[in-house]
């Protein structure tokens, strides 16, 4: 074997390095500043459609006839279907109505600028063309095709951020994944699962898709902080700028999401977070959840998210044919609608320097602008208090017409027509004579008042059941199930701290009356550490507010506070408005 010259193989390095004649490279840029522009970017997206898509989308929600409760994609959990019987799901599945143009179409129509999409749920299927299971689309089913290859170009040509949902740590058609009892013993060998699946698919998504956006992690609890940083590593050496969701574990993630449907309940500007949530009660298609949501209610959302800080990642889940439901097309075209004239309230804007108070009006920022959004019309006159920043104009986003106002003190008082200019949300741009609002102490975002509402419309609704009723502005049908239950969640994320009197106002027909209510404090989803209990009182049907006996201690790290009736239906129908916390001194 001839033996190289050492010389001749430096000279022909430098030669190749072009190191004589061109400009010094540009410095590597590293892994952190690439990962601070991704979330930069992320940031401003504001606005994301999630797809959950997969083999569950057959059975959608009934197997064998019978109705199965709970979210659609984990009709496998729940029913206790056996591997051997779920994967011949496989051999029916064939979207042939499937059309990449037309999912990312609907996507921009709503003014969604990421998408996520789920390579593989829990149930363990892989959704596009992997190489290291053949549970695969491809491999396993008619189709025989890699939906996510279009998807993922159709994304690119409209500049739309494409990123995965991957389930890391439940698997249910693996032996050493979790979550399945009914099929395998419960000893367990993760690294077996992690080695032989997880990397490997990981790997394939991130070399044969182009740049991702994100990769979307789920329910992380069985992998080892070793396994998960493995993991973040792999995908920061192959992408730096793909980011990572809080739900990676063990605070590995780039950015924090909040639980499914939970919006906290203030300003949260500490990390970058995003709320997944659903246009109706599942995630995965099931043909019989006709709840979705109203656009007005996405829309006060969207805008409640934005002045928060955070992002809005909204579900839909196409059928097996590959097609969006009907429904939720035109509300997501709604949505679309109201953001095309009123995106620059949106977009790219800042949490709002002022606290979030009650539910009919928000406020977002850009430099040298405040955008005032109105959920609620409040008739010809509307006061923003607590602005010391001299306001030099404002002028509806959606037609441009000047809004005659008067500045006093720290008040603003705005002469409105008496109907909206948009149904959904009139949006108020105010030019400011400085960059940065100046707010008055005790409006600023981080004052949080003595008395802090907690509205039904601004909770989590857990449960089949249960339903906000927008005209009345308060949650109803608090049917007792046995789980999940149906009850409302509020999430604090460390906004609220002391001890608290608690106030509910509520209404329940004189013959409704008298069923037990609970009002719990949760550090973590499996814990209740206190609770205050008391019956519902016959209100003639109208709103009225009764004080709790008692009060509850909020520390940072609760998780959320919440409302239920824990032992019978009989007020199951009691409207809840809110509750309103009492700060003692
Ligand atoms: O992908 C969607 C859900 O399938 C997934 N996250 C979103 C984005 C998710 N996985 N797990 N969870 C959400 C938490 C679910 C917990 C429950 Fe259950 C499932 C409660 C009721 C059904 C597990 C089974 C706990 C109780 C019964």
């Known amino acids: 074997m001839p033996t190289r010259c050492l010389i001749c193989v430096s000279i022909l390095a430098a030669v190749v390095a072009g190191s004589c004649s061109r400009p010094a490279p540009p410095p590597p840029v590293d892994e952190a500043t690439l990962t601070a522009q991704a979330l930069r970017r992320f940031d401003e997206n504001k606005f994301g459609m999630f797809i959950h898509w997969g083999l569950y989308a057959i059975p959608a929600g009934e197997w064998k006839g019978q109705y199965v409760r709970g979210i659609g994609e984990w009709i496998m959990f729940h029913a206790k279907i056996p591997v051997k019987e779920y994967e011949q799901l496989a051999a029916q599945f064939n979207p042939v109505k499937f059309n990449a143009e037309e999912w990312t179409q609907l996507a921009q129509d709503a003014g969604m600028r990421y998408l996520v999409i789920t390579a593989k749920h829990h149930d363990g299927f892989a959704m596009y063309h992997s190489k290291a299971s053949p549970y695969n689309i491809v491999d396993a089913t008619p189709y025989g095709k890699d939906p996510m290859v279009e998807l993922a170009a159709a994304c690119a040509r409209r500049g739309i951020g494409f990123g995965f949902y991957y389930s890391q740590d439940q698997d249910w058609h693996e032996p050493h994944g979790r979550g399945n009892t ?94 997944p949530a659903t246009l109706n009660d599942t995630w995965g298609y099931k043909k019989n959840d006709q709840n979705w949501k109203d656009p007005a209610d996405l829309i006060a959302k969207l805008t409640d998210i934005a002045a928060k800080g955070g992002n809005y990642l909204l579900n839909v889940g196409p059928d097996a044919e590959g097609v969006i439901p009907e429904p939720s097309q035109k509300i997501l075209r709604t949505v679309g609608r109201w953001l095309a004239a009123n995106g620059e309230a949106i977009f790219g804007t800042t949490a709002s320097p002022f606290y979030v108070d009650g539910i009919s009006w928000r406020v977002t920022a850009k430099p040298s602008r405040l955008y005032l959004h109105l959920l609620e019309w409040p008739g010809t006159k509307f006061r923003l208090a607590g602005l010391e920043t001299e306001v030099k104009q404002a002028h509806f986003l959606a037609n441009g017409l000047a809004v005659p106002f008067k500045q006093s003190g720290t008040a603003v008082d705005f002469e409105l027509p008496p109907k909206p200019v948009d149904p959904y949300n009139t949006v108020v741009v105010l030019t400011l004579a400085d960059p940065v609002a100046r707010v008055a102490a005790g409006y600023r975002a981080e004052d949080i008042p003595d008395r802090v509402e907690l509205w039904a419309w601004t909770a989590r609704l857990v449960g089949e059941e249960i339903r906000y009723d927008r005209a009345r502005r308060s949650a109803t049908r608090f049917v007792k199930v046995d789980s999940p239950g149906n009850e409302l969640r509020w999430y604090p994320y460390g906004a609220l701290g002391g001890e608290y009197q608690v106030e509910l106002t509520y209404a329940c027909e004189n013959h409704r009356a008298g069923s037990r209510f609970r009002i719990g404090v949760h550090p973590s989803n499996t814990e209740m550490t206190q609770s205050l209990t008391g019956q519902i009182e016959a209100t003639g049907g109208r709103f009225l507010t009764r004080r709790v006996p008692g009060a509850i201690t909020l520390g940072p790290d609760d998780l959320f506070i919440s409302f239920s009736l824990p032992e019978e239906d009989r007020s199951a129908d009691v409207r809840l408005q809110r509750l309103t916390l009492i700060r003692r001194k």
């Open 182 to 275: 009914w099929d395998f013993p419960a000893e367990r060998n993760p690294q077996i699962y992690f080695q032989g699946k997880v990397l490997p698919q990981v790997q394939e998504l991130l070399t044969g898709y182009g740049p991702l956006a994100l990769i979307w992690f789920d329910t992380p609890g069985m992998l080892s902080e070793q396994q998960v940083t493995e993991l973040r590593r792999l995908v920061k050496r192959h992408q730096p700028s793909c980011l990572l969701n809080s739900r990676i574990g063990h605070g590995k993630g780039d950015y924090l999401q909040t639980s499914d449907n939970a919006i906290p309940i203030q300003v949260h500007t500490k990390v970058k977070w995003e709320v």
